[in-house]
Every structure is written in C-alpha cells, then in structure tokens.
C-alpha cells in the first residue's frame, strides 16, 4: 500500500473506497455545494478498529468536529484530523447512514440505493474486511440540534466546491458515500443527489 | 423464555442482563439517585439486530427519548418504547460506554472496571451472542448540548427511586451496566459508582 497521491469521483448515489497512508491529507470536495457525502475510516491493518461518532464526541467534548479536532477509534486513537475546512463547518456526527429500512419506511418500492450498501461495496472492492456498519462522519450534513433536544433535517449550507480535509493519522482505508438520500431534502430542496470528488495527497 | 416477572439488583460498577418478552415493561430504579446506567437491547431471536442510537435519533427526531418515543434497532424496528419517567427526563444517547481505553487515557493504573466489559459478560451469562458493542442508552446521564455544539459532562439530576419505565417492543434480551465511572464526576460529585435496580413485569 503506497504513499501515492489518488483523486476521484464519488458517483452520485454511489460509494467509492481508498487507501490513505499515515499523514496524507485527505480532500472531499463538495463539487455540486448541497451534496451530503457519508464517510467512514478503517485501520488498513486491523479493520476492526475505526473511526466511531460515538467515541469521538467523548474525545472532542463536541457534536461536530471543526479545524484541528481529532476523531477517534473504537479503541479512542485518533484516526483522522481536520486540517481545513473552507465550507460553514456544518456536518453531522448524530444520525445512522441511510439503508434498505429507511427508504421502506419512506415508500420506496423496490431497491433503493444506500449509503449501508455503498460502504459494504466499496470495502469488497478493496478486498478489506468490514466489521460492521459503524456511524458514519456525514460530511456537509445538516442537522442542527434545536430546543429540547429536537433535531431538523436540513439542506447543506456548504457551495460548490467548497472541501473540508482530513489528515490520516494512522495507515487507513477511507470510504465515501454520495448519499442516494432523494425523498428527504437532505442533498438540497431539489432532491438530486449528485457526485462529489475526492483526493488523497 | 417465560413472561414471568423478575426483579433484581444492577450491582455497582457490574453489568446484568435480563429476557423481557414483547409487551413487559421494564423499570430501571436509581435506587441512590446519581447513578448512571448503560443500557442496551438485542432482538432475543436474532441478536445482530439490536437497539440503536443512531437510529433511534433519526426516528425520533431528537436526541433525548421522552415518554412516548420508541427507539428502534439497527433495522429501524421499535424495541423500546418509553412508557413512564419519574426523573426530570435527562438521559444520554451520544457517547460510548467507558471501556478499558477510557479509563487507559484517564490514567488508571490496572484493570478497571468498564461497561463495555460489563456488556459482554452479561450477555456471557445469558447465553446470547453479541454481534458488536453497540452505542448504550445512557439513563439518567447529564450531557447537555450547549452553545456550538460543545458536550458536557455533568452529575445526573435524578432523585433516590425515581426510574423509567421501558415497554419491550419484541422478545429481547435487555443488558444494564451501573457505570463504574469514578475518575469523572459523571457518577454524582462524590465520584463513587453505586447500585441500581431493575424490574420486569
């Protein structure tokens, strides 16, 4: 597994894995502006360790992480740090990426893409092993925690390429989903999800 | 596995596990009113699928349970159902149980008691599988959310014998841990982890 520099497209409503070596900085540009991109992080050599929402809101004392904070493993390593990050600085730690159930309960008939689905692809086509389907980082996503509790579902405030980066602090795997999320205006009011970009350097 | 009622003593800093068939209701007591306890819930039939933070704050819509919510599995189906609360309604779904890296960062010296450890050997006892350390339900835990996002850890408000009350939505195993925290005052001021009780009727 290489330092090599990578770059490339999160297809819309798809996932899209890499390797990432310890201490390259990992871009994800928000091509579109109002596109949520689900993002999870594996130790490359024990995927059985990784980046956990609940884990690292015990270590940043905060909801949602901001330049120079440190998200943690299941086993509270750090596993990625923010460098820079050019949008609002509005993402999402609090909610489980979309799967089979939710679009069911939403109507959907027949298979509708997810974010679920999109993490276990792309971590087959990088032939790693995936544990389990942690909560995931949602990069632009906006769900702003209001009186008593109460949380919203929001478009993103972010535009377009605008990017947020990320330092790998271990060797990982990184996957991203451009979330399929079309009945919930969580990509925009339109509801057209779209690509993202990505580079590690 | 019987509907019959039980009743018994979460001993401090331990974990204990319970079956509650659909439709009891299980009370957990803080008997000396500061303690926090970790509470999880599996599918007793299938215990991939299990209580889930994540997804209950998206079917909620909030992050605190109040009573009338249903918090859901990993597959979005209800499990428990938040029938009565005789506390001022302050509980925690954001962070991680403690677990021996927790306590490593802290500066514990040896083994300490942990409720992710708890967890496991209380699903050990019950014979039942555990897929993974899902994130607990924290009752009575006192983590606001304040001003840019920011969490804080402070003493449960909860009074001697106040409790929830929980109805099983399925057949399941439910776990509580009287969480042996006692290098953060999130155990009451005096920092010492006591006793709690739980019954099943």
């Given at each position: 597994m290489s330092q090599s520099s990578k770059k490339g497209t999160i297809p819309a409503r798809k996932g899209k894995g890499a390797f990432a070596a310890k201490g390259q900085i990992i871009r994800v540009i928000n091509?579109?502006?109002?596109q949520v991109v689900d993002t999870w992080a594996f130790?490359?050599?024990?995927?059985?360790?990784f980046l956990s929402m609940e884990h690292s809101r015990v270590a940043m004392g905060k909801i949602i992480p901001e330049v120079g904070d440190s998200l943690v493993t299941n086993?509270?390593?750090?596993?990625?740090?923010?460098?820079?990050?050019?949008?609002?600085?509005i993402h999402d730690t609090l909610l489980a990426a979309c799967d089979r159930y939710r679009y069911e309960l939403l109507g959907a008939k027949g298979y509708h893409d997810n974010c679920t689905d999109n993490l276990a692809s792309a971590m087959k086509e990088l032939g790693a092993k995936l544990p389990e389907t942690p909560s995931p980082l949602n990069l632009f996503m906006n769900i702003p925690v209001l009186e008593k509790g109460r949380v919203d579902f929001r478009p993103p405030v972010s535009q377009p390429d605008q990017y947020i980066a990320l330092r790998a602090e271990m060797d990982l795997f990184v996957v991203f989903s451009a979330c399929?999320?079309?009945?919930?205006?969580?990509?925009?009011?339109?509801?057209i999800p779209t690509d993202a970009e990505f580079a590690i350097e």
């Open positions: 091509t579109h502006g109002q130790n490359a050599h024990d995927t059985s360790e086993k509270r390593r750090p596993i990625l740090t923010i460098v820079e990050d050019t949008t609002p600085g399929p999320q079309d009945m919930v205006p969580i990509n925009g009011i339109a509801c």
